[in-house]
């Protein structure tokens, strides 16, 4: 199907050559088939726009109600307290107040752009079809942080442990709270969550990156530390999966 096509000019070619000439009459027909733009332009746009990857604004809004989900994130700000080099929105002595016991840590609402609301319909998609299944909550992280490879571990007592292979900003809004957006099945809990860069430290056995350049995982809320996964097939063993045969990696 031609979705380009000049309709006012197609249809003076149809005329016979006599009526070469006469540019009142060619502008008439012209004008008839003027709304036949507007028609083939909206039908172009549900060809090339209408959908996740092309869609911006309006129409990514549209996506969103369908699947249910808003471009307004709530709790999208971090909220200064005094606090030490190297944590999420801190500040120095006479700066900030020191944070109570359970005071929260974020607030406030941000309407996401573009580049951010589509990764969130990402993976409220998966989500949508998913029943948290490793390989299903491995697909519904990557694109909302935005990392390349996702291990997840069982940790006993319904609990689950997660790394992913990117250290995130604490500016990223939708890293404020990254529990919120791990998909287990209901009744399941998030133990820790670690990350690393692309080069994580290890053993030269496995693959990984010594002193001096691997980066030691820590946890993503607490700061640094260390961990080992037990995975295979670029998975770890959960409860949600079949068996798997395993080895142990450390990062």
């Not at 994130?73 to 944070?99: K, T, Y």
């Not at 946890?219 to 080895?247: E, H, K, L």
């Amino acid at each position: 199907m031609d979705l380009n096509q000049d309709h006012g000019q197609v249809a003076w070619d149809h005329w016979l050559s006599q009526f070469d000439g006469k540019p009142r009459l060619q502008a008439l027909v012209k004008a008839l088939l003027k709304p036949a733009e507007g028609l083939q332009g909206a039908l172009r746009d549900l060809y090339d726009k209408r959908w996740l990857d092309a869609a911006e604004g309006k129409q990514l809004d549209g996506i969103g109600e369908i699947v249910g989900l808003s471009r307004v994130l709530d709790n999208a700000v971090f909220v200064a307290f005094f606090g030490f080099v190297g944590q999420p929105s801190v500040e120095g002595f006479s700066r900030a107040r020191i944070r109570r016991r359970y005071e929260r840590t974020v607030a406030g609402s941000t309407t996401l752009p573009d580049y951010e609301y589509r990764k969130l319909l990402y993976w409220k998609i998966a989500v949508n079809n998913g029943y948290g299944t490793t390989p299903e909550i491995i697909a519904a992280i990557k694109p909302i942080f935005d990392v390349t490879r996702v291990v997840v571990q069982d940790a006993g007592n319904a609990k689950v442990r997660i790394w992913m292979n990117r250290i995130p900003s604490t500016a990223e809004a939708l890293l404020n709270d990254p529990h919120r957006w791990i998909p287990v099945a209901a009744g399941v809990g998030i133990k820790v969550i670690t990350v690393s860069s692309d080069k994580p430290f290890g053993f030269l056995n496995q693959g990984y990156y010594g002193f001096g350049v691997g980066v030691i995982s820590h946890d993503i809320r607490n700061g640094t530390g260390g961990g080992c996964f037990t995975v295979a097939n670029g998975y770890a063993p959960t409860y949600f999966a079949g068996n798997y045969n395993v080895s142990t990696q450390c990062f």
